[in-house]
């Protein structure tokens, strides 16, 4: 990797965690993420989730209890084996996600409207091959998660 992907990567690792300290703080990161697993990947099995997240199964049933209290996600008897739990996102908890992301994309408009007209254009520019890497990013992602069946 050449320096100046080395330079890139410092500066979304340090981008993204910027932007993370930077939100509200409702729910844990784990709780979030697993609100963006289901709307992505569908309901899972619990111990799927636990093995994506990288919690053990306990902490995971903890927050799906905590999220399921709030509306976010329902818990279902999986068909196959009644004794395995299958969790989805509720409405109430996709409603969660688009309001989520509303007001973050509202909060990043303002950032990126403090930059000069030249390096506003740069990200404009640069939007498809960070859309591309996000695509990756996801990827692999879901792939840990489908892997953990």
Sequence with gaps: MDSSAVGLA??????????????RPELS???????????HSGPRRLG???AAERVAQPSMSAIVAHLESLGLVSRNSDPSDGRAVIVGLAPAGRRYLRKRRSDAAESYR???SQLAPGERAALE?????????????AGQDLTAAVGAR
Excluded at 10 to 23: A, F, I, Q
Excluded at 125 to 137: D, Q, V
């Design 125 to 137: 520019a640069a939007a498809p091959a960070l859309s591309h890497l996000l695509e990756l990013a």
């Design 110 to 112: 303002q950032l990126v």
């Design 48 to 50: 799927e989730l636990a």
């Design 29 to 39: 990161l784990t709780a979030s993420s697993l609100l963006w697993r289901l709307d």
């Design 10 to 23: 410092d500066v979304l690792h340090d981008l993204v965690v910027t932007l993370v300290r930077r939100r």
